[in-house]
């Protein structure tokens, strides 16, 4: 570690991370930014209940709700809720499998950049005449019919992000097929790493789906196509069925991870092995797999019949099976384990009853016929809610809490943590319990305001109140951070104590290279069994040799640049003469630079085992 | 990463074996090379020849249009070989999904 620890000044470790292709840093880029955008998602959903907390308000105008509330959606989906689960995901993983990096590292960063400038694009608008205000689902009768660029701005930003997600999610599966550490066979790999495959798996799948769709769009919004419009011999449903088609495994795309920090936080913190391992990699990829029988049921009342109703309400129920597969090992790792209520623990337990709800309400509406009731009412919110917060959510925080120490090296104050739980949690039930009532009382879902004297008056304040409670706990984990950041006192290898994995095995945050020599996995939960022969640490699986690391790039970055600025023409082609001039531009930075890529020869660099055998002698074990 | 050599990278490989091997492979290529070319023959001699509806032709067409893609993928792009079962799991989950996708839309959206 010594090399690293050495203080660079601020412009170098800006230009570090601008150029890094190390998955430990990439990982933090995605924390950081992702966070950046968690926060501006929460306060747009502040804006939102502040809105909602009495009848008749006017704190925003009817446009501006539909352009928060749109963002609000896109925002935690796409540009909150994703990254922080890639920055786990890349944190993690590689650790987890034993691996020195992913296998495409500079693909890896490719796929960051893509992701920011995707989401700085979508939130230009707010500068630029407008967000998009069709709803995050951006359903193709309300967004073609938007005008100004709002729209545009959702089909540009989130193409390019797009890509960046698939680019990240074909990484990770290239990673975990090739890059396992000797003896990591596949039923060996820890349960978050399954989580990232077969999540990565729903990314490779679905993704070309939304990629499609926002083309049709585009077209029809930008270059005068008629895909979705009736008039001219199009169809509005097929943007609805592209969209869900990428839209339901999605939401398993979020989860499933969310699914895989909870798995390794129980079998941690009950000091037990997980309970039912391979039924739940079983589970895995049958939620994977069933996540693409089901996206129908977002469209139950658009008249597609009754059989083809049925078949995806029964399709929808099915995949209750697996998840109740899962939160049955759960409890069983609980039962009999000896339990510490760690903050990442108080999480996990709670993510349990509060997903179930969710998970009961998906059940209800997935019966086609209860469906036309509660469609597009507040019912919806409170379920989606539920399962998102309940389960995506919960396992960030919980996550978040759980590596902290081995992405920096310094664990975050334990008692905050625990009020940022206590708050957190009283405050999303508050929010969103009372919201299912709401729904049956009749509040449709995506209103700007509502009228007194309906009986919503009450409820509505409820909810808005629980909303406070929740930026309050955000609030204490910031300060948390800094708090945390500012001491920063250095941890060991496993600051939890009960590490069971291959990442606990060596320093926080670990040496850029990972892992001196490539580790020998025994078994499931590798690092727990050496512990259990009382060894310090994993037997390596070969000799020390020279590590071959790649250079660094600012490739990536300016590609990604390239693509932001194209799109800039491509919008603004229609009403500008400098429209065509700047797509071109920007295409020619991109194309440029993947060419600067291809015939640039970069091989990389070597680390020397004498560098490594010195490393050794001042004491690593930190 | 180094222990990541595929396996045809490993110099102590019985060269005989090899050998024969290959030839065996050009034997198989061959054969499904001839073969291909024969089917595409059929394709166009049953859009061309007048006595079959179209109710025929399209399908039979197609059969051998999926028949050539699995001629290509296992005996010229090698999925036959060990070390190709993530690829190819990969392939027919994306074909699937490609597949329900297209059945949806014919089935739901335009029937
Ligand atoms: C596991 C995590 C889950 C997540 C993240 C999730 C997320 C969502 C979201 C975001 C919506 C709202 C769609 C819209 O904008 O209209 C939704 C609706 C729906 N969810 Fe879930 N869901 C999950 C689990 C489930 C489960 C387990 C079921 C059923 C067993 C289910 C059934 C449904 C149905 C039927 C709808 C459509 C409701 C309507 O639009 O009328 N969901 N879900
Ligand atoms: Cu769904």
Known sequence: MSTLAQKKGFGAVLWDYLTTVDHKKIAILYLIAGGFFFLLGGLEAMFIRIQLAVPNNDFVSAGLYNEILTMHGTTMIFLAAMPLIFAFMNAVMPLQIGARDVAFPFLNSLG????????????????????????????????IASEGHGIDFYALGLQISGAGTLIGGINFLVTIINMRAPGMTYMRMPMFTWATFVTSALILFAFPALTVGLFLLIFDRMFGSNFFDPAMGGN???????????????????????????????AIFSRKRLF?????????????????????????TTGMGPIANAIFAVATMAIA???????????????????????????????????????????????????YQYHDSYFV??????????????????GAHLYWPKMFGTMLNEFLGKITFVLFFIGF????????????????????TFLPGQGLETANMVSTVGAFFMAAAVIIMLINIVITSVKNEKVGNDPWGDGRTLEWAIPSPPPFYNFKQLPLVRGLDAYWLEKMEGKKGMSPAEPLGDIH????????????????????????????????????????ITLGSMFVRSVKDDHGYHIHKEDLEDNNDKGVKA | ??????????????????????????????????????????????????????????PFILILAIVQVIFQLYYFMHMSHKGHEAPALFLYSGALVGFITIIAFLTVIWW
């Open chain 1, 321 to 371: 099976v697996p998840t109740g597969i899962k939160i049955f090992n759960w409890l069983f790792t609980m039962w009999g384990g000896s339990i510490t209520f760690t903050t990442p623990m108080l999480w996990a337990v709670a993510f349990i009853p509060s997903f179930v709800a969710g998970g009961v309400t998906g059940v209800m509406l997935a019966s086609a016929a209860q469906d």
């Open chain 1, 549 to 588: 690391m790649p250079n660094n790039s600012f490739i990536p970055f300016v590609i990604s640049l390239g693509l932001f600025v194209a799109a800039f023409g491509a919008m603004y082609r229609a009403e500008h003469s400098w429209g065509i001039p700047v797509l071109i531009f920007g295409m020619l």
């Open chain 1, 112 to 143: 960051f950049w893509l992701f920011f400038f995707g989401g700085v694009f979508l939130n230009l608008s707010w500068f630029l005449g407008g967000a998009p205000d069709a709803g995050w689902t951006s359903y193709a009768s309300l967004s």
């Open chain 2, 1 to 58: 990463m180094a222990n990541q050599q595929p396996n045809s990278g490993n110099p102590r490989v019985d060269i005989e074996y090899r050998r024969k091997k290959s030839a065996e492979e050009m034997k198989h290529q061959v054969i499904t090379f001839a073969l291909m070319i024969f089917l595409t023959i059929v394709a166009f001699v049953a859009a061309g020849y007048e006595g079959f509806s179209g109710w025929f032709i399209v």
């Open chain 1, 236 to 266: 509005t449903i097929i943007w609805e069925h592209f969209f869900w088609i990428f839209g339901h495994p999605e939401v398993y795309i979020l989860v499933l991870p969310a699914f895989g920090i909870f798995s390794e936080i129980f």
């Open chain 1, 429 to 448: 039930h508050l929010t969103f319990f009372i919201q299912h009532f709401l729904g049956l009382w009749g509040m449709p879902r995506r209103i700007f």
């Open chain 1, 381 to 398: 919110v409170a379920h989606f809610h539920y399962v998102i917060v309940g389960g995506v959510v919960f396992a960030l925080f919980a």
């Open chain 1, 276 to 300: 039912g391992y391979s039924s739940m990699v079983f589970a895995t990829v049958l939620i994977g797999f069933l996540g693409f029988m089901v996206w129908a049921h977002h469209m139950f």
